[in-house]
């Protein structure tokens, strides 16, 4: 059995426990900032370290390779020129079509990049947190994309660091709609696929939906939080669920959320 | 023990949570994170008194979730019911063996996210449960059972380059002197 100290110690550890448990969750959030912050040099020290590899890695780099890039580099230059003036035309194109109908005008993403500089240490859920905070324009819910499509959302905002709950993570729902079909569903996340984190479940069908594998997913705006049309995976298979009610769809992530280096966070 | 030695298992365990959240290797090859407090704990048990151990668990738990998608303080309990057993009955522990060591430190590294996982579920949260999970506790338990005695060894050398050690006390009594020659 337990002796005396042993019990004043349990009693102590309890009462802590239980008093930081029960604190309001704005007092929490900021708690939990501030003991965050305690990491905020070792994340600054960490990332000059890699700067500094980075940079010296590219000095010892062969000028025949550097040529080669710079080449590789020009020629995508042009291709990508020659498509932004296609897509210019296009835009306004829509946008005339758009005046004419009287719709709303879309408005510019205004992206900010961010770099990952850690990984939710527990296993149960799948949050990164970004180097970017209040300080940069971030605020709570903002979405996150990289060039692949839909990262996740931000979930808490530092000064200068910020968590983001990525896609797959029961804390982010996202209600997205089939590009072919127009069928819309949410994003839940599976644990039926070990060690691929990359698939997730889309639930809530029609069970009628004309689903094939392969057809892409994207996210339908109706949730409030992301805009329409950011791209989230491809179906891989479907099945019917809730005697034959809905049907549910698995998608795999057009994003590789375990590489995720660099981000973009979409500021309101 | 001095405070030194709790200073640098406090260090330690803010060191080892910074890994954790920054070193994504063993994460990318098994598809699991692994969890070293529980092993520290088991360290810190069999080696120092209630409050490092009171200390550890609140300052870990709270480092491990802040930097985590955790409720703020779920760590806390866990990591301080192992130490407080462990610190409990340590007379009964073979501590210097390495196969201990390495046992107990298997068994607090299956306990510690077992019992995290049953007060996150009693502060009505969701977290990401399922097959895959008995892969990730398998990995932990292994992972926290080999780190066990580097520790050990680990606290053992800083031990012996940063503190002072305690003289034995010898047999020899000044009034117990035998006196030789005439006087």
Known sequence: MLRRPHYIALGIVVVVTVAILKLPSRTAARVKLAVSALYLPLFGASDSTQKAVEKAGNTVLPKKELTAQIDQLQRENQQLRLRAAQLEGLAHENARFRSL??????????????????????????????DRGSRDGVVTNAPVLNLDGLVGRVSEVGFTHSQVVLVGDPNCRVSVLVEETREHGIIEPTTSTPLDSTIVEVGYLSRNAKLAPGQRVITSSYGGIFPKGIVVGHIVDYHSVDFGLYTQARIKLSVNMNALEEVFVKLP | MTSLHTALILATAF????????????????????????SLMIYTGLSTGLPTIALLAICGGLWLDALSANPLGVTILPLFVVGLVVQRYRGLILRDQRFAQMIIGGCASGAVPLMTLIVLLNTHRQPLVGWI???????????????????????????????????????????????RGRD
């Open chain 2, 15 to 38: 060191l080892i949570v910074f890994a954790e959240a920054t070193f994504g290797g063993v994460r990318r090859l098994f598809g699991a994170q692994v969890e070293l407090l529980p």
């Open chain 2, 133 to 179: 999970s008995i892969w990730q506790w398998v990995l932990m338990i292994l992972a926290g059972g080999l780190m066990t005695p580097v520790w050990f060894r680990l606290f053992g050398w800083l031990t012996d380059k940063f503190m002072y050690r305690s003289l034995g006390e010898t047999s020899f009594r000044p009034d117990r002197e035998i006196k």
């Open chain 1, 101 to 130: 109908l009287q719709l709303p005008k879309l408005v510019d993403w205004n992206l900010k990049p961010a770099r990952v500089v850690a990984r939710d240490p527990a296993n149960w859920w799948r949050t990164v947190r970004i």
